[in-house]
């Protein structure tokens, strides 16, 4: 009898403890999670709706017979901007759409639309003022530029995976039979209890979803990330036969539009030597066309005399590509496709689609939006109930455990998410020392679950 109620007792300290750790995990994550799941539902749609925006740029008003080539467009762009570099453009197969152009000029980018039929820039847009530009600023960096915004994210994301695991132990039945409060909500319900069912139910349905989109996407995290690369392995390089380039250049630091698993290439150079002539443009649609390079493809133009062409293809998943080609001779110096992909980077890549909501098509980006949504209602619930729980002019964070192993051995484990999850590492030790010197000595809320 008394082992049963030591084992009752230790059940409950352990209990209180991952309570209170999913109570600072939802302080730390709920605001940015928010925000994260909001800019993330819209920008699952931004092929739709930079259509929607944008038409007017994207579609020219009628085809005819006559289409200028590609070099007499850049050619244009250059003598109306003579003033700015332009980098790359991108090439469609629908004959109805405009060519992109993007180039630099004091520091600002901006994508022009080049109509082929009439030879006349059919538009410009400022690339910061683009709608889904922003929406993917907000997205990944929180609107705070560079490092730091980047490092907030990947914090959130990662709490937010100890705030899924300590969720679903708060969330386990104990000791009930019923399906209501745990699978289904009690929405008869009123108070505390209503928006109890309304947090933690479809918390428990949608956390495989919300996790494999924290998952996804972690490759574009600055500590994880990067880790994550290096775990793949060296590129795999389609032309075995060739000595690898030496170079301290990456494909995504030298070329536009390069999927992640390819962003690590090194960039090769021409030949300046070479006994031949630049190639035009157009020479290097047509290497493209017979490299069977999948539509859309960005064509990043050669930087000085030692440059090469790039062609890169992001959109489809199993189309994924990279080309650098010498400028001169037409060679394709270094080609990775999809193909040539391990097995980890090949998992990454559906991951990015899956995330971008571009894996399966439109109900790849409804299960996402669901998700997104989802997430925003657990994020409310969860402000509302800790309203209606804390008392009156206090903190309301949940009561420690009186059990100091339960305590410690609970503070370990969260310690060993913070080897798995480096940036979380510190911030665990910093949550624990703020809760012993203030939140332990301030008022809490006994628990009454249930």
């Not at 600072?24 to 920008?43: N, V």
């Not at 290497?287 to 000085?304: F, K, V």
């Not at 005399?305 to 998943?317: A, C, F, K, L, M």
């Not at 903190?395 to 051995?409: E, Q």
Request: hydrophobic fraction near 45%.
């Amino acid at each position: 009898m008394a082992s049963k109620k030591k084992k009752k007792q230790t059940s409950a300290s352990i209990y209180q403890v991952v309570w209170k750790w999913h109570f600072y995990a939802g302080i730390i994550t709920a605001p940015f999670l928010f925000i994260l799941a909001f800019s993330g539902s819209i920008y699952l749609f931004k092929p739709q709706i930079e259509s929607f925006l944008y038409q007017d740029y994207f579609v020219v008003d009628h085809i005819d017979e006559s289409r200028s080539t590609f070099s007499a467009q850049r050619d244009l762009v250059k003598e109306t901007y003579p003033d700015a570099s332009i980098s790359s453009f991108i090439v469609r197969e629908d004959p109805n759409a405009t060519t992109e152009f993007y180039l630099t000029e004091d520091g600002v980018s901006t994508s022009i639309f080049v109509n082929p039929y009439t030879s006349t820039i059919q538009g410009a847009l400022n690339a910061d003022e683009r709608l889904m530009n922003i929406f993917k600023k907000i997205h990944s960096e929180l609107w705070i530029a560079g490092t730091v915004g980047n490092r907030i994210v990947e914090l959130v994301a990662c709490w937010a995976v100890i705030l899924l695991i300590t969720g679903l132990y708060i969330w386990w039945p104990r000791n009930r039979a019923s399906i209501w409060g745990t699978i289904l909500p009690r929405l008869h319900k009123r108070g505390r209890l209503f928006w109890r069912d309304l947090h933690a139910v479809p918390a428990f349905w949608l956390s495989i979803f919300i996790l494999i989109l924290i998952a996804t996407g972690l490759p574009w995290s600055g500590i994880l990330g990067s880790q994550i690369q290096k775990i793949s392995g060296a590129p795999a390089y389609s032309f075995d036969w060739q000595e690898r380039p030496e170079s301290v250049t990456l494909s995504k630091d030298g070329a536009d539009g390069i999927p992640w698993a390819n962003e690590n290439l090194l960039m090769p150079h021409s030949n300046s030597q070479s006994e031949y002539l630049p190639l035009s443009i157009d020479d290097v649609i047509h290497i493209a066309e017979l490299e069977e390079m999948a539509y859309p493809y960005t064509l990043s133009l050669p930087d000085g005399p030692t440059g090469v062409y790039t062609i890169s293809h992001e959109t489809n998943r199993l189309n994924l590509a990279t080309k650098h080609i010498d400028q001169y001779s037409g060679t394709v110096l270094i080609g990775r496709s999809f193909q040539d992909f391990d097995f980890l980077p090949k998992l990454v890549s559906a991951g990015i689609a899956l995330h971008e909501g571009r894996l399966f098509g439109w109900p790849n980006q409804l299960l996402g939006l669901m998700t997104c949504l989802g997430l925003m209602g657990i994020v409310a619930s969860s402000f509302v109930l800790w309203k209606k729980r804390k008392p009156k002019g206090k903190l309301g964070a949940p009561p420690g455990s009186k059990d100091k192993k339960v305590t410690r051995a609970v503070f370990f484990i969260m310690l060993g998410f913070g080897i798995l999850l480096p940036l979380v590492g510190l911030s665990i030790i910093v949550v624990y020392v703020f809760d012993r010197l203030f939140f332990s000595k301030r008022a809490l809320f006994s628990i009454k679950e249930n």
